[in-house]
């Protein structure tokens, strides 16, 4: 039986000395990289497509090294499940996984849920499309990477009363939810602020599968333009009727109807849609171009990914925004030196890069990257085609 128990114990000893050779992993070696993203529900087309710019990011830059030390990266992916409800258990669960840096969310609601949690544990929040200006307002641990409502909504006011020439808007958002209220209140006030008149401002409920009346109302009303503002679900009935009804007017939205699921339903038909983004994929930059083809690849070589992509290879502007969170996340843990969350949202609030595929970026006061431009784009045939630079 000594014989026995020895050779164990001499096994048991060889194994971890040929652990250790190997560089084996222990819980001391590990950052956790918080996922706050919805996979499932109204937004989890477009969550999916943030992910696999975080995910893409990842696998080219999966350590990080912290004082001195390599860490192996660990994403811990939470559904938010696109419900306020839901995004709070979310929360939670990344609070008690000790992550050190949370990226998310696609949808405003979810992060505004989200936020105080995050504050309170004092885990630094890295908002990727959450563009309402409730996600940062008063909460010093949350910031974003994207341009915020106010701005998106003047864009838009903008290229409807510039280049679309419309002098009269419909506008359509659905109630209770904050990004596409919220979006929307900042087109009517930008739009009226440029002289135009909005011969109608209403709301749907969660749910709705019919907007045939909405769709009428505009028409009915003389509106030169629709700005419709909503989930990716929603987006995509309300262009299949509107096609319909043979719309002659464009409808005009925010960066949630990038997505395939609205080009798609564009396809074949001779609505207008157009919507404001934070990136082109036809960029030439050095960062951007280098990232298009190396995303492409990546999806093509993954059936997962692309499928999670819609089954293309497009580049979403939310994929690279989502690719820039991830190294500004790596960047600030590195410039802590520590795993510690104040020390890494010091380092968040005072960071400052060039070398991003949206762009330059550093923080305001309140966490807001400093963004003054967004690309305009059309749906066509299945795709989106670059329209212009569209600014305030």
């Given at each position: 039986?000594?014989?026995?128990?020895?050779?164990?114990?001499?096994?048991?000893?060889?194994?971890?000395?040929?652990?250790?050779?190997?560089?084996?992993?222990?819980?001391?070696?590990?950052?956790?990289?918080?996922?706050?993203?919805?996979?499932?529900?109204?937004?989890?087309?477009?969550?999916?497509?943030?992910?696999?710019?975080?995910?893409?990011?990842?696998?080219?830059?999966?350590?990080?090294?912290?004082?001195?030390?390599?860490?192996?990266?660990?994403?811990?992916?939470?559904?938010?499940?696109?419900?306020?409800?839901?995004?709070?258990?979310?929360?939670?669960?990344?609070?008690?996984?000790?992550?050190?840096?949370?990226?998310?969310?696609?949808?405003?609601?979810?992060?505004?849920?989200?936020?105080?949690?995050?504050?309170?544990?004092?885990?630094?929040?890295?908002?990727?499309?959450?563009?309402?200006?409730?996600?940062?307002?008063?909460?010093?641990?949350?910031?974003?990477?994207?341009?915020?409502?106010?701005?998106?909504?003047?864009?838009?006011?903008?290229?409807?009363?510039?280049?679309?020439?419309?002098?009269?808007?419909?506008?359509?958002?659905?109630?209770?939810?904050?990004?596409?209220?919220?979006?929307?209140?900042?087109?009517?006030?930008?739009?009226?602020?440029?002289?135009?008149?909005?011969?109608?401002?209403e709301t749907f409920v969660e749910g709705t599968s019919d907007f045939s009346s909405y769709i009428q109302n505009a028409i009915d009303r003389g509106a030169d333009v629709i700005f419709a503002p909503s989930?990716?679900?929603?987006?995509?009935?309300?262009?299949?009727?509107?096609?319909?009804?043979?719309?002659?007017?464009?409808?005009?939205?925010?960066?949630?109807?990038?997505?395939?699921?609205?080009?798609?339903?564009?396809?074949?038909?001779?609505?207008?849609?157009?919507?404001?983004?934070?990136?082109?994929?036809?960029?030439?930059?050095?960062?951007?171009?280098?990232?298009?083809?190396?995303?492409?690849?990546?999806?093509?070589?993954?059936?997962?990914?692309?499928?999670?992509?819609?089954?293309?290879?497009?580049?979403?502007?939310?994929?690279?925004?989502?690719?820039?969170?991830?190294?500004?996340?790596?960047?600030?843990?590195?410039?802590?030196?520590?795993?510690?969350?104040?020390?890494?949202?010091?380092?968040?609030?005072?960071?400052?890069?060039?070398?991003?595929v949206t762009g330059e970026l550093s923080f305001d006061a309140n966490g807001d990257a400093r963004k003054n431009t967004a690309y305009i784009k059309q749906a066509v045939n299945g795709t989106f085609s670059?329209?212009?630079?569209?600014?305030?």
């Open positions: 039986m000594k014989k026995v128990l020895v050779a164990l114990l001499v096994a048991v000893f060889v194994v971890c000395l040929a652990s250790c050779a190997k560089g084996g992993k222990d819980k001391g070696d590990v950052i956790k990289i918080g996922v706050f993203e919805p996979q499932s529900g109204d937004n989890g087309p477009g969550g999916k497509q943030e992910v696999l710019g975080i995910e893409y990011a990842h696998s080219i830059r999966p350590t990080v090294n912290v004082g001195g030390k390599t860490f192996t990266v660990v994403l811990d992916i939470q559904d938010n499940q696109s419900s306020t409800d839901k995004a709070v258990s979310a929360a939670q669960q990344l609070v008690s996984d000790k992550c050190a840096v949370v990226l998310g969310s696609y949808g405003s609601g979810v992060s505004i849920a989200a936020g105080s949690y995050f504050r309170d544990a004092k885990l630094p929040a890295i908002g990727v499309s959450c563009t309402n200006s409730a996600v940062t307002a008063g909460n010093d641990y949350y910031f974003r990477v994207c341009f915020l409502d106010p701005f998106q909504g003047s864009v838009q006011a903008s290229f409807a009363f510039e280049e679309c020439g419309a002098r009269k808007a419909y506008v359509l958002s659905m109630l209770g939810d904050d990004y596409t209220v919220g979006l929307a209140k900042n087109f009517v006030n930008a739009f009226k602020r440029l002289g135009g008149e909005i011969v109608s401002d989930a990716i679900t929603y987006a995509a009935l309300i262009v299949k009727q509107a096609a319909t009804k043979n719309l002659q007017i464009p409808i005009l939205s925010g960066d949630t109807w990038e997505s395939s699921v609205i080009s798609d339903a564009q396809k074949g038909t001779n609505v207008k849609v157009y919507v404001s983004t934070f990136f082109d994929e036809n960029d030439e930059s050095g960062p951007a171009k280098n990232f298009v083809k190396g995303f492409k690849d990546y999806i093509n070589s993954n059936a997962t990914a692309k499928t999670n992509n819609g089954g293309n290879d497009i580049v979403a502007a939310v994929s690279a925004l989502g690719f820039d969170a991830y190294n500004v996340a790596l960047d600030a843990i590195e410039k802590a030196g520590k795993i510690d969350g104040p020390a890494i949202r010091d380092a968040i609030a005072s960071y400052t890069g060039s070398d991003f670059f329209v212009k630079v569209q600014s305030i």
